[in-house]
């Protein structure tokens, strides 16, 4: 009887060792990638979370990866997630919509798999987690919010005797507001007055941001928006030919013609998540693990010369020194 239990002790220990590994047959980790769509950004950060789990030891020797992408097709995202909660062993969402599809699919299928997500502006608005300081689940990653703090003191730092900062977003879009609540907060730190417009679409933003300005507005702070970077040509020439700087949310505005951001650098992020993967693989719980984001350090200083030189405003010297030049696009 006491050698049966013994068999039966060890085989337990056996199953605890192989958590991560008892669905493989090659006894390899696998981890399942869901990436929402292809971009660079993306990209980047899917190539940042591999490196990160490669220098910490896990090569491909030990690790497999089943990597998706439905390209923002929203059935196959869902079909896709299913397959891989079902067959992996950890499981990252790239962007929120793609997160949000793992874990609905871990719910459906009543598995405990541990998923990760990274390049998600608002976890806790998209019900991905409780807080960010404490999941309280089996799900947690890096959020890709902008350093907004960071990027209003930009603006002090521009212009020594500001008094008015303007803020533009298209309404609809949530992360943008999001944003601009965090930048009107950040404002009145500072002990300036905030300017807030939004916009409905495209037809119109010349008016709106004309209005701004008139208003009064010294500079304007444009946060992450899909509608306004695709139009910063029609934003920047306006901002220009009044001599108004525009700080923005994303680096891809600055090479568009704004002047200068703080942006998320998205293989640092990936990176980030990836070091979480290792904490979990090797015992830590999701629920126990915050929510990361990049400090300043960790974000790209990014100024766009093109535009410095058509302001004619000069910058000070602690911030080119530091920054990325650009040129417009």
């Known amino acids: 009887m006491k050698f049966i239990k013994k068999i039966v002790v060890c085989m337990l220990l056996l199953c605890c060792a192989f958590t991560f590994t008892a669905c493989n047959k090659d006894d390899k980790i696998k981890i399942g990638i869901l990436q929402s769509a292809t971009h660079s ?51 990252l969402g790239i962007a929120t919509d793609a997160a949000v599809a793992l874990k609905v699919a871990a719910e459906t299928e009543g598995t405990n798999i541990p998923v990760l997500f990274t390049a998600v502006t608002d976890a ?21 919010i902008n350093p907004v703090a960071d990027q209003i003191a930009l603006a002090k730092q521009l212009k020594q005797d500001l ?7 298209t309404i609809s879009e949530t992360n ?42 010294e500079i304007i702070y444009i946060p992450t928006d899909n509608n306004l970077a695709k139009n910063m040509v029609s934003v920047c020439n306006i901002a220009n030919e009044s001599k108004i700087p525009v700080i923005c949310g994303k ?40 929510v990361g984001r990049l400090s300043q350090d960790e974000c790209n200083l990014v100024i766009n010369t093109s535009t410095v030189s058509i302001l004619g405003i000069e910058i000070p010297s602690e911030i080119m020194e530091k920054a990325t030049k650009v040129t417009t696009e």
């Open 163 to 169: 008094k008015k900062v303007g803020i533009l977003y």
């Open 176 to 217: 943008s507001k999001v944003q601009a609540d965090m930048a009107i907060e950040e404002i009145e730190k500072e002990g300036l007055e905030y300017l807030e417009r939004t916009v409905t679409g495209v037809t119109d933003i010349q008016q709106t941001l004309k209005k701004l300005i008139s208003d009064g507005a």
């Open 124 to 144: 806790v608005d998209a019900s991905l987690v409780e807080s960010n300081e404490h999941p309280n689940g089996r799900v947690t990653g890096t959020s890709d």
């Open 251 to 290: 680096e891809n505005m600055v090479k568009a013609g704004g002047l200068i951001t703080f942006g998320v650098n998205y293989t640092k992020l990936g990176e980030m998540v990836g070091a979480m993967a290792v904490q979990i693989i090797e015992g830590a719980d999701p629920k126990d693990l915050p």
């Open 41 to 91: 950004a993306l990209d980047a950060a899917r190539e940042g979370f591999m490196k990160a789990l490669e220098d910490a030891g896990y090569d491909d020797t030990k690790v497999t990866y089943d990597f998706e992408n439905p390209e923002g097709n929203p059935a196959n995202m869902q079909l896709m997630a299913k397959t891989l909660v079902r067959k992996c062993d950890i499981v």
